[in-house]
């Protein structure tokens, strides 16, 4: 079966600082792995995805994460934190045909 | 290019009651994923259309069950309604393995 883990339920930041959020997947062939964001009484918004090919993926708002097989990983990465960047940050992914598996999520704080 | 739209934003139920929400998907999108997600959860999956046959399900009872329209828009209805049927209720449409997300709807369940 299918799994997503976030193993930090909340992350504080200060402004500024470098970030990283961990994922970790269980999946049975070759994963479809998405970051999306959250901000309060808000949908999802995709950060970036990875399908195949070049292990670190660029996406939006600066942000970039790196696939890694042998550690069923797929962490977020941002080389400077805004205060618009605090929210929630769900991991997924993709299950049979197009249904999403998600984790609990990560809450960003971003101290001054 | 229009986004994900679903109405209405917040809903107030009581329990047993039924209720039926929308969306309208994303134009060229024909296939419609609807999510539920409790306070502070991720979303889980319920289940998903593809050219309004039902295309997939996650772990949910029949008294949760969809449409989807020849102009892919889509329902959701939940009858005999639970208090914890209370969550914020996604709509994704999508493409091509990439999923766009609608804002929304607020059910509470009182």
């Known amino acids: 079966a299918q799994s997503v883990t976030q193993p930090d339920i909340h992350i504080t930041v200060s402004e500024g600082a470098s970030l990283e959020l961990r994922c970790n997947y269980s999946?049975?062939?070759?994963?479809?792995l998405f970051w999306y964001v959250q901000s309060p009484g808000q949908g999802l918004q995709l950060l970036l995805k990875?399908?195949?090919?070049?292990?670190l993926v660029q996406g939006i708002k600066g942000f970039e994460a790196e696939f890694k097989r042998s550690q069923s990983s797929f962490n977020l990465r941002k080389p400077s934190v805004h205060w618009s960047d605090a929210a929630e940050y769900f991991c997924?992914?993709?299950?049979?045909?197009?249904?999403?598996?998600f984790g609990k999520g990560t809450s960003l704080l971003v101290t001054p | 290019e229009t986004g994900v739209t679903q109405s209405p934003t917040h809903l107030i139920k009581t329990r047993g009651q039924q209720v039926t929400l929308r969306c309208s998907s994303q134009?060229?999108?024909?296939?419609v994923s609807w999510y539920q997600q409790a306070l502070g959860q991720g979303p889980q999956f319920i289940f998903q259309?593809?050219?309004?046959?039902?295309?997939g399900r996650g772990n949910f009872p029949p008294r949760f069950s969809g449409l989807q329209f020849p102009n892919y828009s889509s329902e959701l209805n939940v009858n005999a309604l639970e208090l914890d049927d209370s969550a914020l209720y996604l709509c994704?449409?999508?493409?091509?393995?990439?999923?766009?997300f609608g804002p929304g709807t607020r059910l509470t369940v009182l």
């Open positions: 994704a449409s999508s493409f091509q393995y990439e999923q766009f």
């Open positions: 999946y049975g062939a070759t994963p479809y």
């Open positions: 990875y399908f195949s090919g070049d292990t």
């Open positions: 997924a992914v993709g299950a049979s045909g197009y249904a999403l598996n």
């Open positions: 134009s060229g999108h024909n296939t």
């Open positions: 259309y593809y050219r309004e046959e039902e295309n």
